[in-house]
Nanobody
Framework: VQLQESGPGLVKPSQTLSLTCTVSGGSITTAYYRWNWIRQPPGKGLEWMGAIAHSGSTVYSPSLKSRTSISRDTSKNQFTLQLSSVTPEDTAVYYC???????WGEGTLVTVSS
């Protein structure tokens, strides 16, 4: 399976960051996979943000839950991350991935700056 992140590389503070992960070679509705969003700020470690299951149910990191929403478009085999009220601390490389294995997108850098 291949995953590809897409979205704007620059977002202004207080706005909503929106990224899409397009999946090919496999369906996002295939049991029992979970589809993740993970980020890595510059010079820091990986942070799991949340996931959407094959069923469409979602789970979020407690630290980001109030600002995060993950949804999907099964007709396009895509899932989307929205992170609201962003600050420069949200600057990171954002990745989408499948399950707990090695299927990751290449990542996309999002910079939060005015």
């Amino acid at each position: 399976v291949q995953l590809q992140e897409s979205g704007p590389g620059l977002v202004k503070p207080s706005q909503t960051l929106s990224l899409t992960c397009t999946v090919s070679g496999g369906s996002i509705t295939t049991a029992y996979y979970r589809w993740n969003w993970i980020r890595q700020p510059p010079g820091k470690g990986l942070e799991w943000m949340g996931a959407i299951a094959h069923s469409g149910s979602t789970v979020y990191s407690p630290s980001l839950k109030s600002r995060t929403s993950i949804s999907r478009d099964t007709s396009k085999n895509q899932f989307t991350l929205q992170l609201s009220s962003v600050t420069p601390e949200d600057t990171a490389v954002y990745y989408c991935s499948r399950g707990s294995g090695g299927d990751w997108g290449e990542g996309t850098l999002v910079t939060v700056s005015s």
